[in-house]
């Protein structure tokens, strides 16, 4: 069936480094693809997307990458700083159906 | 701009009793989104609405849940009779447009079933 998996559900980041979080996805069909973070005791707030005919997406200090041979997605973020510390959660979704959400990989930003 | 509301923020209740929750979403959002996310996972579509139509409910457990958007904007989601198993963040989400389009989210309400 359907499902979007990350590969690790804890990642510890020294501040000032770069965070890589990755997500595998199951549909090669999945067309739309989304980066959210969630604060605890927050809803989850949308941070990147991309679409299936990119392969990679630049915004302020966050990029995303898109491996559809491998079916791989990727958050990177630039310079990571204490306000970063969330749960990242990978979603996809094909055309205009329900987004599919994974479970998510909670960021430790160590001093 | 206000982002999505969403009312009570806590709710404790014990088991066999009905519940309510309540969700604004951004003002002219036409597209209104019920999630329920349990502890550790990420959030899993209830229900989506266009203006005042449900157009996907198909993960909405219907035996004892229901929602209603009457006039197309604000939207409540119901339980009766609530289970242990219903314990959870309920989150409500808007966007503009019909998918794919950017939704935001509200900040849940946590519900705990005795």
């Known amino acids: 069936g359907e499902s979007v998996g990350l590969h690790l559900p804890t990642l510890s980041v020294q501040e000032g480094d770069n965070s890589i979080i990755n997500c595998a996805y199951s549909n090669s069909a999945s067309d739309y693809f989304i980066w959210y973070k969630q604060e605890s005791g927050k809803g989850p707030q949308f941070i990147i997307d991309i679409r299936s005919n990119m392969d990679k997406r630049q915004g302020q200090r966050v990029t995303v990458l898109l491996n559809k041979t491998v079916k791989h997605l990727s958050l990177q973020i630039a310079a990571t700083q204490p306000g970063d510390s969330a749960v990242y959660f990978c979603a996809e979704t094909i055309g205009d159906d329900k987004i599919i959400f994974g479970k998510g990989t909670r960021l430790h930003i160590l001093p | 701009e206000a982002g999505v509301v969403q009312s009570p923020r806590y709710k404790i209740i014990e088991k066999k009793q009905p519940v309510a929750f309540w969700c604004n979403p951004i003002s002219g959002h036409n597209t209104l989104y019920w999630y329920r996310q349990n502890l550790g996972q990420g959030p899993e579509l209830l229900i989506r609405?266009?203006?005042?139509?449900?157009?996907?409910d198909s993960q909405l457990p219907k035996d004892r849940f229901s929602a209603e958007r009457l006039k197309g904007v604000d939207s409540t989601l119901k339980i009766q009779p609530a289970e242990l198993g219903d314990s959870a963040v309920y989150l409500c989400?808007?966007?503009?447009?019909?998918?794919?389009?950017?939704?935001?989210f509200g900040p849940g309400t946590r519900l705990t079933v005795l």
């Open positions: 989400a808007s966007s503009l447009h019909s998918p794919p389009d950017t939704q935001y």
């Open positions: 609405y266009e203006n005042e139509e449900a157009v996907d």
